[in-house]
């Protein structure tokens, strides 16, 4: 069981936009900490598309943004391709037990 | 552009221990954080624990009794050692370098190694 919370699946058709969430606590989302996210396609590295809650590295599309409020944070994606298929996971920091890096379960984006 | 490369054998005995190296390219393991993740089949990524080019190291909790990691500067190399290994052990490891902050990320990761723990 993952610290931070997504949805196991989301999908949108070629062109729509998409949301995937991540919920965590108070003693990471919550406490302050930032916001990462990355998109993974097996058998490759994942690829860090958004970093400090809503900053794209370079050469990421702006299609990608990122947003948080409260113990929660949004990744989404606007003008679906087909090459966006891929699962994303959220990372961010928790402080509990002497603080560690922390990730959400993965989402697995489904062009339709 | 920086490149890391896991290695390792994929196969590991119950109760012996897992160990790899994660090789670095385009770009020097000096003045980062060097990190090790891991993701169990059907499950979400586990932060293992980090290394700092100057030896220092912090371990996750649950894994913190049975990780060590190390640094081989001379050739641009990490590693990491877990010990008493369990089927719980089996997973997709990666080598990823840890953009240090308050909250870190990792900006580069490689592309992963599977190792199954079985008899």
């Known amino acids: 069981q993952s610290v931070l919370t997504q949805p196991p699946s989301v999908s949108g058709a070629p062109g729509q936009r998409v949301t995937i969430s991540c919920t965590g606590s108070n003693s990471n989302i919550g406490a302050g900490y930032d916001v990462h996210w990355y998109q993974h396609l097996p058998g490759t590295a994942p690829k860090l598309l958004i970093n400090g809650n809503n900053n794209r590295p370079s050469g990421v599309t702006d299609r990608f943004s990122g947003s948080k409020s409260g113990t929660s944070a949004s990744l989404a994606i606007t003008g679906l391709q087909a090459e966006d298929e891929a699962d994303y996971y959220c990372?961010?920091?928790?402080?509990?037990?002497?603080?560690?890096?922390?990730f959400g379960g993965g989402t697995r984006l489904t062009v339709l | 552009q920086v490149q890391l490369q896991e290695s390792g054998p994929g196969l590991v005995t119950p109760s012996e221990t897992l160990s790899l190296t994660c090789a670095v390219s385009?770009?020097?393991?000096?003045?980062?954080?060097w990190s090790w993740i891991r993701q169990s089949p059907g499950k979400g990524l586990e932060w293992i624990g980090y290394?700092?080019?100057?030896?220092?190291?912090k371990y996750s909790p649950s894994l913190k009794s049975r990780v060590t990691m190390s640094l081989d500067t001379s050739n641009n190399q990490f590693s990491l050692k877990l010990t008493s290994v369990t089927a719980a052990d089996t997973a997709v490891y990666y080598c990823a370098r840890l953009i240090y902050g308050s909250t870190g990320f990792f900006d580069y990761w490689g592309q992963g190694t599977l190792v199954t723990v079985s008899p």
């Open positions: 990372q961010s920091y928790d402080r509990s037990l002497s603080g560690s890096w922390v």
């Open positions: 385009g770009g020097s393991i000096s003045t980062y954080y």
């Open positions: 290394i700092y080019y100057s030896g220092s190291t």
